[in-house]
């Protein structure tokens, strides 16, 4: 799914909540929040809580590594 793309793609650069995945990508935060639910559950993402935000980053540094190589080569 090209939304999920583009949600591991800001990830790799930064730990982000929904708002600013929100605001980065142009999408509703309701589809936002069901993507990271499905990479959640896939255990490609996971979660801290600031106060009521959740904090999401990616579970592993092999994912990251992954993203950043697809970034540089396109």
């Known amino acids: 799914d090209s939304t999920r793309i583009k949600i591991l793609t800001c990830l790799s650069m930064m730990n982000m909540c929904v708002n600013d995945l929100s605001t980065v990508l142009g999408i509703n935060q309701t589809t936002i929040s069901h993507q990271l639910k499905q990479l959640k559950d896939q255990n490609i993402v996971e979660y801290r809580r600031e106060g009521k935000i959740l904090v999401y980053s990616l579970t592993d ?12 080569a396109f």
């Open 61 to 72: 540094h092999s994912v990251n590594d992954m993203m950043m190589y697809a970034l540089r």
